[in-house]
């Protein structure tokens, strides 16, 4: 196990020395972007564990542009890479990096169940950002080295949050809230939504996707989405070197 997450690490970070400014998605690589820290702390009083990233602009600022088609539709993210298995996340087991990420896309709406924008519509509002599980794997076919795992679609093995669109990928919409405040963005996570996991490690990395899909896809030439641009590394190399910290409840805290 250790030596495949080596492996996609690799794939990773080849992916990171390969974008350049020439790269898909290069306009949108700014200052809302460029990484500077990261944190996952587990906060006792709602027993939720909070994901954030700070960012040198404004976080959440930037959005893509639309296309008005499925098949190369732009997607940014901020994602969180994680030692965290798939199970522990409601997919049946499967190797790969476990991410978190917050997303933006305004091509298509994968949370169904949500209705972000409140205008009593559900199928309009992908580009408010919005939190997804993910299962990472390596990918040639993408210069960012790495897509959304794909499987079989109708693969009876294969087991999926109820909060998943439904694509043929280990990917959930879960329904988590994201906020957006200044530098910061952050999205806060239940406990029991990860099996109470706590003790797990993580790095931060701003990247820009692409989604394809539908009639006329040639999987053969690209994933269903992909990472195609990655902006910024926070350990530099994806050691996931960061741990989950703890923020004490009211009643524990030293005054």
Same mark, same amino acid.
């Given at each position: ?9 690799? !794939? ?15 306009? !949108?690589? &700014? ?31 930037? &959005? ?29 087991? &499967? ?7 917050? &997303? ?17 519509? !559900? ?118 070197? !960061? ?13």
């Amino acid at each position: 196990m250790k030596t495949k997450f080596l492996t996609l690490t690799a !794939y990773f970070f080849a992916g990171l020395t390969a974008s350049f400014s020439q790269a898909p998605g290069a306009s !949108y690589n &700014t200052s809302d972007f460029k990484l500077q820290a990261a944190k996952v702390y587990y906060e006792m009083k709602y027993d939720a564990l909070v994901f954030e990233i700070s960012v040198e602009g404004q976080a959440g600022r930037t &959005t893509p542009k639309p296309v008005g088609s499925m098949h190369g539709a732009p997607v940014l993210a901020y994602v969180f890479p994680t030692t965290l298995k798939s199970n522990d996340i409601g997919f049946s087991a &499967t190797e790969g990096i476990v991410a978190m990420a917050l &997303t933006s896309h305004p091509d298509m709406d994968d949370t169904p169940l949500w209705d972000e924008n409140i205008d009593g519509k !559900y199928d309009n509002d992908g580009i408010i950002w919005h939190a997804h599980w993910v299962v990472l794997t390596k990918d040639e076919r993408v210069p960012g080295g790495l897509s959304v795992k794909e499987f079989k679609d109708g693969d009876k093995s294969v087991t999926l949050p109820k909060t998943a669109p439904g694509m043929p990928i280990f990917f959930d919409s879960p329904g988590f809230n994201v906020i957006k405040s200044g530098k910061e963005i952050r999205v806060l996570v239940p406990s029991f939504r990860m099996k109470n996991q706590r003790n797990f490690k993580f790095d931060a990395v701003s990247c820009y996707m692409e989604m394809s899909h539908g009639e006329n896809h040639d999987a053969s030439k690209k994933p269903i989405l992909g990472v195609y641009n990655i902006y910024g590394v926070l350990s530099g190399n994806l050691s996931l070197p !960061y741990a989950v910290t703890q923020k004490l409840a009211e009643s524990q805290q030293v005054h």
